[in-house]
């Protein structure tokens, strides 16, 4: 009889799942608050009190009582 090979069954080779990359989320940089300076409040002098002098009352001698002797 003849001989009739047995075709050997064909390796059908399994497809690589084609790997598709995960896209990288786009980093999207949070913008720095501007940096506004507190204005510092400005500084106004309180004025000093003008010092007025009080006028010293003027010392008037009170006249020594006249010991007058007794007689």
Request: net charge positive; proline share 35%; glycine share 0%.
């Amino acid at each position: 009889p003849q001989y009739t090979p047995i075709p050997k069954p064909q390796d059908t080779p399994i497809p690589k799942p084609q790997n598709t990359p995960i896209p990288k989320p786009q980093y999207t940089p949070i913008p720095k608050p501007q940096y506004t300076p507190i204005p510092k409040p400005q500084y106004t002098p309180i004025p000093k009190p003008q010092y007025t002098p009080i006028p010293k009352p003027q010392y008037t001698p009170t006249s020594k009582l006249h010991n007058t002797p007794i007689p």
